[in-house]
T-cell receptor
Framework: AQRVTQPEKLLSVFKGAPVELKCNYS??????LFWYVQYSRQRLQLLLR??SRESIKGFTADLNKGETSFHLKKPFAQEEDSAMYYC??????????????FGQGTILTVHP | DGGITQSPKYLFRKEGQNVTLSCEQN?????MYWYRQDPGQGLRLIYY???????QKGDIAEGYSVSREKKESFPLTVTSAQKNPTAFYLC?????????????FGQGTRLTVV
């Protein structure tokens, strides 16, 4: 069964420090992974997707199939990055086709 | 203004009562989802629907029911069989169920059992 694991419920860093939010997955096949973000009092929204290989708001994420990871990184954290972050894995095949699984989420707090 | 609308924003239910949460989208999306968000447990999938008149159980479907009679609407009923219904419920939709498609979320409904 597909699974997404975010081992850190809480992560605190100081402004300007590097930040890495961890995401590990289990999936039989070639995964397409996403990071979603939920800022205070806002809707959950897409931050970036693996397939696009993009950098959004300074964040990047690289798929490592050997380690089954999709960690989210930013070299210099900003206070406005404080939010809840979710890693997500859509199932593109099998009996669970169409299923969209999220991790447990990580609350990032960036201190001034 | 396109998007997903969940109503009501806050809902109070007495124990033993069924209650229905509304989710409407005007994005012409085929796929719709219901999640439950609890502190420390992230988003857990309750039900999802890939197309009208079809839906599948997610990971925590017990005590919930859904219908998908119209493309725009995917209401969730929280039945009295749900042991711990107090939670924040999120509805989402996607253009399709292809792996790379983005999900769009509603603002959520906070259900409290009193």
């Amino acid at each position: 069964a597909q699974r997404v694991t975010q081992p850190e419920k809480l992560l605190s860093v100081f402004k300007g420090a590097p930040v890495e939010l961890k995401c590990n997955y289990s999936y039989s096949g070639s995964p397409e992974l996403f990071w979603y973000v939920q800022y205070s009092r806002q809707r959950l929204q897409l931050l970036l997707r693996h397939i696009s290989r993009e950098s959004i708001k300074g964040f990047t994420a690289d798929l490592n199939k050997g380690e089954t990871s999709f960690h989210l990184k930013k070299p210099f954290a900003q206070e406005e990055d404080s939010a809840m972050y979710y890693c997500a894995l859509p199932n593109a095949g099998g009996t669970s086709y169409g299923k969209l699984t999220f991790g447990q989420g990580t609350i990032l707090t960036v201190h001034p | 203004d396109g998007g997903i609308t969940q109503s009501p924003k806050y809902l109070f239910r007495k124990e033993g009562q069924n209650v229905t949460l509304s989710c409407e989208q005007n994005l012409n999306h085929d796929a719709m989802y219901w999640y439950r968000q609890d502190p420390g447990q992230g988003l857990r999938l309750i039900y999802y629907s890939q197309i009208v008149n079809d839906f599948q159980k997610g990971d925590i479907a017990e005590g919930y029911s859904v219908s998908r009679e119209k493309k725009e609407s995917f209401p969730l009923t929280v039945t009295s069989a749900q042991k711990n219904p107090t939670a924040f419920y999120l509805c989402a939709s996607r253009t399709g169920t292809g792996a790379g498609t983005e999900a769009f979320f509603g603002q959520g409904t906070r259900l409290t059992v009193v």
